[in-house]
């Protein structure tokens, strides 16, 4: 091989090996990785298990262990597939494939998200709603969504005492 032929190969590999796409591997998460683009952690659900991105065209995609669903402040129901992808780039998700909002009695895709200063705008691509930020500074859990410490009250009270308090505790959280 040519001394030529080698630097060229060297070059090539070189810039395969300086890729800009982030995998499971490295020490940040999907998380980290979402406010990096400005958005807060809580527009996924805890659990994210790995993710890709693409630096360079936007292009992500974020794993979980398998579909995930929950309501929020009882209004909004959510689904989100064990895959969520699209492309991300700084304020903006487009092409947002994998994440639902049961709205009346239907489903729809959330296709794009939009972050302008203090609130978040979700496109459902007939319609949109904002909701304040601050909203979303916390991760939902599948299940329960924000509201898991009281179920988990509820669980522990229900079966450490019976009689009068778990009927009492049934009804406050129910």
Partial sequence: MSFTAIISLF?????????????????????????????PAGILPKGVTGYQVDRTTGRFYA??????SFSLEGSY??????????????????????????????????????????????????ASANFPIDNFYES?????????????VFLEASTWHQGEAFWILHYIYI
Avoid: H
């Fill in 63 to 68: 794993y979980l262990n398998g579909s995930c």
């Fill in 77 to 126: 129901e959510l689904s989100y597939k064990s895959t969520i992808s699209g492309y991300i780039s700084k304020d903006r998700l487009t092409q947002l494939t994998g994440v639902s909002v049961k709205i009346l009695f239907f489903w729809l895709n959330i296709v794009e998200v939009v972050r302008s200063g203090d609130e978040m705008e979700f496109s459902v691509g007939i």
């Fill in 11 to 39: 070059l090539l590999l070189s810039c395969f090996s300086t890729a800009s796409t982030t995998a499971v591997s490295d020490d940040l998460t999907a998380y980290d990785i979402l406010q990096d683009y400005d958005f």
């Fill in 140 to 152: 939902p859990q599948c299940g329960c969504g924000l509201v898991c410490d009281n179920a988990q």
